[in-house]
């Protein structure tokens, strides 16, 4: 028997049936290389922000500066700030992508 095409594109709009799998394309380690080259990259970068900025805040605040002491607090706040979400960057995507795989 055979099932109208309208019932067939709403089941499939319900479960178009795709599911993520690792190896199905090459190149998926040298990907994965690239992206933790970046991310240790950026951290290295933040580490550096972090010193900056201290440094900034230090003089600013030893010498009455008051505008350069509060940009030295700032930027140590948003140096924090993405060394957290660079270090958490895989624990947020597993918690997302695990939120998304319950939806149905």
């Excluded at 240790?40 to 970068?45: C, D, M, N, S």
């Excluded at 140590?76 to 319950?102: C, D, P, R």
Aim: no cysteine; glycine share 18%; net charge neutral.
């Amino acid at each position: 028997m055979s099932v109208p095409l309208a019932d067939r594109l709403i089941q499939l709009a319900y479960d178009p049936g795709i599911t993520p799998s690792g190896g199905g394309l090459p190149g998926l380690s040298v990907l994965k290389n690239v992206v933790n080259s970046i991310n240790l990259f950026a951290i290295v970068a933040v580490v550096g922000a972090l010193a900056v900025s201290l440094g900034v805040w230090t003089w600013g605040h030893h010498t009455g500066g008051h505008q350069a002491e509060a940009n030295g607090k700032k930027g140590a706040v948003v140096a924090a700030g993405a060394a957290l979400g660079l270090g958490a960057a895989n624990g947020i995507i597993a918690f997302f992508s695990g939120l998304g795989s319950q939806v149905h």
